[in-house]
C-alpha cells in the first residue's frame, strides 16, 4: 500500500489484516461491527470494539491522517490510498492482462493466517476469488503471446494456480513439439489425461486431444476460424439445443437465495448442486436472450449481494467440475451486482467483443455489435478474385492473391469477404495471421500448411513442399 505516492509498512498482525479487509472491498465501506466480528472473532463485543479502535489507531500512527475514513459506524480506506489490488482491477478493466499479471504476486494476505473459522473463510474466498482472475489473466496473456520463447514460462506459471488448465498444457505440447520433443508432448497428454479423470472425472477437451493427434502425427496447430454452417444471423455459434449455466456467486452480504431459486425456476431453469455461498441453474433447450433477461431479474433482486457469470457448458452434462469451473471463473471476474457473458455468447445478445476479451457484461440497454456493412465499390475486384479462384479450382493450380493499399481502405474487410464467398463455394478455409514485428517461431506458410483440416503426411510432398512443412 501506498498514500500520496509512499509506501506504507505495517508490521502488526491484526492492522495489517484489517488493511487488507479494507483494501479487497475496493472503496466499498465496511460496518466496524463486522469487522470487529471477523478480526475478534473469539472476544465479546465490547472487547472486540476496543480491539478494533487500538487497530485502528496504530494504523493511523503508522500511515498519518487520512488512511481511513469514517462514515458513522462505516470505514473505507481514503481516497489518498493506492493499494496493488486497484492496480490489479484497473488492468483487468482496461483489458491489460501483462500488467494485471505482473501485478498478482500471490495469495491474498499470504503469510498471514487467521486463526478464527469466520475470518479463515473470508480470506479464503478473497483469496479464491482473486487467484480466478489472475489465472483468467494469465491465460489470455499466454493467448496473446502466441510462440514467443517467454510463452512456456508463463504457461508453467499458469499451471501452478490451475495444473489442470488445459490451454497451458496444450500451448506447452506445441513448444515441445516444434523443438522435436515428441516424447515429452506424449508424456505430458498423457499425465493430463490421467489428472483430469482422476480429479474431476472428464477427460481432455476436443480441442486438446485433437491437438495431440495432429502433433503425434507431425501435424501443427489448425485454424480455429469457424465455417458458415457454425455461425447463426448474429454472428454467435448456432447451437439449436444450447445448454446455458447461471452461477451466482456470493459476493457482498448475504443474499435471498430462495428468491432466487424461486425466479429462477419460474423461468425455466434447474438448480444444481454448488459449493457454499454459490447458487447455480441450467437452462435447456431456452432462448439465449430469455435466459439473459432472466438473469437481469437475479441481479435486481440480488442487488451487490451477487455476481453472476453465464456460460455455455463445453460439455455434455453442466454438472461437471469442467464446467463449474469455468462459470466459477466468469462470475469471479465480474462486480458485485454485475453479470458477466462469456465471448463465446456475447455476439449472440449484440454484445460487442474486444479481442482478448474472455466475458463481457451484460446491461439492459447495452449496445449492440454494428453489423459488417455491405461492400460499396468493390464489384470489379470481387468478381476479378472469383474468377481467378474459379479458374484455381478448375485446372487444379496453385494461386496467390496480393492486397496491397493504404491503411483504413478495406484490406481486412475485402479479405473476409473472399474467406466467405470461398467457404460459400464448398472451399476449406485456412486462416493465419503474423505481426510483422513478431512472426513466431514458425513460417507463415508452415502455420498454414498446419491449419488445414487433412494436412498431408510429409513423405507423400514434393522436397521443396517438404521443407516447408518440415
Avoid at 489518498?80 to 478493466?93: K, Q
Avoid at 508432448?185 to 486431444?209: C, H, I, K, Q, Y
Avoid at 437452462?283 to 457469470?309: E, Q
Avoid at 464448398?426 to 514485428?437: E, H, L, P, V, Y
Wanted: glycine share 8%; aromatic share 4%.
Amino acid at each position: 500500500m501506498t498514500q500520496d505516492g509512499e509506501r506504507v509498512a505495517l508490521s502488526a498482525r491484526k492492522p495489517r489484516m484489517l488493511a487488507g479487509l479494507l483494501a479487497v472491498a475496493r472503496r466499498r465501506t465496511m460496518s466496524r461491527q463486522r469487522l470487529a466480528a471477523l478480526l475478534w472473532e473469539d472476544s465479546d463485543g465490547e472487547q472486540a470494539r476496543v480491539s478494533l479502535r487500538q487497530a485502528l489507531a496504530q494504523l493511523r500512527r503508522a500511515a498519518g491522517d487520512g488512511w481511513i475514513e469514517a462514515e458513522g459506524d462505516d470505514l473505507r480506506l481514503g481516497p489518498g490510498v493506492d493499494t496493488d489490488l486497484d492496480a490489479f482491477h484497473e488492468a483487468l478493466a482496461r483489458n491489460d492482462p501483462a500488467e494485471a499479471v505482473r501485478l498478482y504476486r500471490g495469495p491474498f494476505l499470504e503469510a498471514l493466517e487467521a486463526n478464527t473459522s469466520d475470518l479463515a473463510q473470508a480470506i479464503a474466498e478473497h483469496r479464491a476469488r482473486l487467484a480466478t482472475l489472475a489465472t483468467d489473466a494469465l491465460s489470455r496473456e499466454l493467448e496473446r503471446m502466441g510462440d514467443s520463447p517467454d510463452a512456456a514460462a508463463l504457461a508453467h506459471r499458469l499451471l501452478g494456480h490451475d495444473p489442470l488448465n488445459e490451454a497451458a498444457h496444450r500451448r506447452l505440447m506445441t513448444l515441445d513439439a516444434a523443438r522435436g520433443m515428441r516424447g515429452a508432448v506424449r508424456s505430458r497428454f498423457n499425465d493430463l489425461e490421467a489428472a483430469l479423470r482422476r480429479d474431476l472425472g472428464t477427460a481432455p477437451a476436443p480441442e486438446t486431444r485433437a491437438l495431440y493427434d495432429r502433433l503425434r502425427r507431425g501435424g501443427g496447430v489448425a485454424s480455429q476460424a469457424p465455417g458458415p454452417e457454425a455461425m447463426d444471423a448474429a454472428g454467435g455459434a448456432h447451437t439449436p439445443d444450447t445448454t446455458l449455466l447461471l452461477l451466482c456467486m456470493e459476493a457482498d452480504g448475504t443474499p435471498d437465495f430462495d428468491l432466487l431459486r424461486e425466479t429462477a425456476c419460474a423461468n425455466g431453469a434447474v438448480e444444481l448442486e454448488a459449493r457454499p455461498g454459490e447458487v447455480a441453474f441450467v437452462f435447456t433447450g431456452r432462448p439465449l436472450h430469455d435466459v439473459a433477461n432472466t438473469a437481469l431479474k437475479l441481479a435486481a433482486d440480488a442487488g451487490p449481494n451477487l455476481s453472476f457469470g453465464l456460460t455455455a457448458p463445453e460439455t455434455e452434462d453442466p454438472a461437471t467440475s469442467r464446467a463449474f469451473l469455468q462459470a466459477r471463473r466468469v462470475a469471479a471476474m465480474a462486480e458485485p451486482g454485475d453479470i458477466l457473458v462469456v465471448a463465446d455468447l456475447a455476439p449472440r445478445l449484440g454484445l460487442a467483443v474486444e479481442i482478448g476479451q474472455r466475458a463481457v457484461s451484460l446491461q439492459r440497454g447495452a449496445t449492440r455489435k454494428r453489423p459488417d456493412l455491405p461492400i460499396i465499390g468493390r464489384d470489379t475486384e470481387l468478381a476479378q478474385i472469383k474468377a481467378a479462384i474459379s479458374a484455381a479450382q478448375t485446372t487444379g493450380s496453385g494461386l496467390t492473391i496480393h492486397l496491397s493499399g493504404e491503411a483504413g481502405i478495406g484490406k481486412s474487410r475485402l479479405t473476409a469477404e473472399i474467406a466467405r464467398s470461398g467457404r460459400q463455394s464448398g472451399m476449406r478455409i485456412a486462416m493465419a495471421g503474423f505481426d510483422a514485428f513478431s512472426p513466431g517461431s514458425r513460417h507463415l506458410a508452415q502455420r498454414i500448411m498446419a491449419a488445414l483440416p487433412e494436412p498431408p503426411r510429409p513423405e507423400e510432398l514434393p522436397s521443396i513442399d517438404r521443407a516447408v512443412w518440415s
